[in-house]
């Protein structure tokens, strides 16, 4: 079985700071880790993936295996980050992929 | 179509109705999937269509709940005799050959209240 644990419902951060949306998951092959995110009435959208290695509006998050965590980080939070951030695991042959139950991000001014 | 496009938008509905939300996937996408996004409890998997068959219902709550989608295109998600704890967002995504490995889109979903 799959499981992906986000353990904050609710952060706070003000504007400058930096921030860590922590995503631990439960998945003894390989996975394929994803953050999505959602911004106040807009659709849900792919933020990042594990395998691009990339940086996207200045977020990164790295898998790492032995912890079995892919915590998402940004050095300088901004007040447009403020969304809630899900994050997600597909694993071996499953077709579909697990959602955490999402972190509401505020970035206070 | 440039996105993936569900309707209605919203529908309130009374206890006990049927009720059935649309999704229009992306053009040319296989892969179709059904979740629901319920307040504090995240994005729960409903079901899973590859073309028009549907491998994977295992996440289907009840026997109340039905989908289907044809011409690989088109899904119908039916839920009968609605009760409240149906309340919620419902989300269609698509996917293409890729699968999982590029990531999803989103439609912006279906908020289903029962009253």
């Known amino acids: 079985a799959q499981r992906v644990t986000q353990p904050e419902k609710l952060l706070s951060v003000f504007k400058g700071a930096p921030v860590e949306l922590k995503c631990n998951y439960s998945?003894?092959?390989?996975?394929?880790l994803f953050w999505y995110v959602q911004y106040s009435r807009q659709r849900l959208q792919l933020l990042l993936r594990?395998?691009s290695r990339e940086s996207i509006k200045g977020f990164t998050a790295d898998l790492n295996k032995g912890e079995t965590s892919f915590h998402l980080k940004k050095p300088f939070a901004q007040e447009e980050d403020s969304a809630m951030y899900y994050c997600a695991l597909n694993g071996g042959s499953a077709r579909q992929l697990t959602f955490g139950s999402g972190t509401q991000l505020t970035v206070l001014p | 179509g440039a996105g993936v496009s569900q309707s209605p938008s919203n529908k309130v509905t009374e206890k006990g109705k049927d009720v059935e939300l649309r999704c229009d996937p992306i053009?040319?996408?296989?892969?179709l999937y059904w979740y629901r996004q319920s307040l504090g409890q995240g994005l729960e998997f409903l079901i899973y269509f590859q073309g028009n068959s549907a491998p994977d219902k295992s996440g289907l709550p009840s026997d109340r709940f039905s989908a289907e989608r044809t011409g690989g295109s088109v899904s119908t998600l039916t839920i009968q005799r609605t009760q409240q704890e149906d309340s919620a967002v419902y989300l269609c995504a698509s996917s293409g050959t890729g699968g999982t490995v590029y990531g999803y889109t989103f439609g912006s979903g279906t908020r289903l209240t029962v009253v």
């Open positions: 053009s040319g996408h296989t892969a």
């Open positions: 594990h395998i």
């Open positions: 998945y003894s092959g390989s996975p394929e």
